[in-house]
């Protein structure tokens, strides 16, 4: 067999980079230890990473002893790439600039329109503004919602009654344009940036929005499945018997009682807001709905039972509009899994809610898809 010695350098680059990426930041004998490079060719490559404007030396950790000097940290560049990122929410779009270290800055919301069409009109719209201020890279979406990441084209979002939608003729720009489904991209987010997530290899995050959807983590990586439907949790069969019909033309979806819809029907007066999520955020203010909410945890933890045996996960996470809803709730969750899963299966469990509370995890992990992406093309 003849090796391809400029095939396999690129490797070893991408190699590195995904290391930095995951661990910045980080001395080049960690980086050989991680990696199983040798210290001289870690030494090489990082230097061409380095005059590629990918990485920066940042100081220096250890103290200095006989015949070892203090190691040198490497980072990412965080300004060396910028995406322009999008959370698309069944009511409002959140959008911000995503940075090569994976952080985002904020920078607005807009309603949701209906038509996709007018949807990438907007898109495009604060592309082309936002690109006067900065050197944009990536265009990355997050999706509530099906998505083939290879045609780029929402397959369906149920509860935008989008589908077979194609990204890439509605959006044309002279940047790539990624997409994907919203739970896969805070399962990334999270695996990227928690500290807990760093020895697990099995994980489920579950988004609780106006529609619900759960992002796979299996071996270590995000699992989207061959044609990219891997993680539609919410349209699992709960009520075999249910009169009631999902947006996705099931019956008896777990979606239809775990999703802040089914709170606000529950609640039946009322609420503030136009729109669920201010409707959502007014009824966990009510002394009133105490009851609905814990019942809404029990409907949350019957999805959490099937999918903890089922998949066997180290870890769940919950995100979306219930991670401040407080310990009593989680407590509920947490109680009903392990008293309605199998004991093997829950005897390792942990239950938490998500660690992103300022900013959406949808759209952090947008940015981390776009500097995976970015990676990629290393040459």
Sequence with gaps: MKYNSPRIKILNKKSILKVIHENHPISRSDISEVTGLTPSSV???TKELIDEGYIREIGTMGKNSPGRRRRILLDLRKNAFLS??????????????GFFDGEVEPRGTFNTPREPVEFFN??????????????ISRISLSVPGMVDMEEKKILLAPNLEWENVSIKELLK????????????LSMLAEKYHSEDLRNV???????????????????????RGPSFTAGEAGHMTVNMYSDRQCHCSNWGCWELVSSINWAIEQYGKELPGKNAIEKFQALKQRNDAKRILMKFAENIAVGIVNL?????????????EVVDLGDSFLDIVKDFVHQ????AAVKDLKIRTTEFRNISSNL???AVLAVEDIIEEVK
């Design 43 to 45: 030494t090489r490559l």
């Design 201 to 223: 290899k099995e994980a489920v995050f579950i988004i609780i929005r106006e529609g619900v959807g759960a992002g796979l983590m299996i071996d270590g990586k995000i699992f």
């Design 84 to 97: 322009l990122v999008f959370d698309i929410g069944v009511n409002i779009t959140t959008y911000g600039v």
């Design 364 to 366: 952090v992990g947008a």
């Design 173 to 184: 720009v002279d940047v790539p344009v990624l997409a994907d489904n919203e739970a896969n």
């Design 122 to 135: 907007i898109v495009k719209e604060i592309y082309e503004r936002i690109s006067g201020e900065y050197r």
């Design 308 to 320: 903890v045996n089922i998949l066997n996960p180290e870890l769940v996470i919950l995100g979306g």
């Design 340 to 343: 309605r899963a199998l004991k």
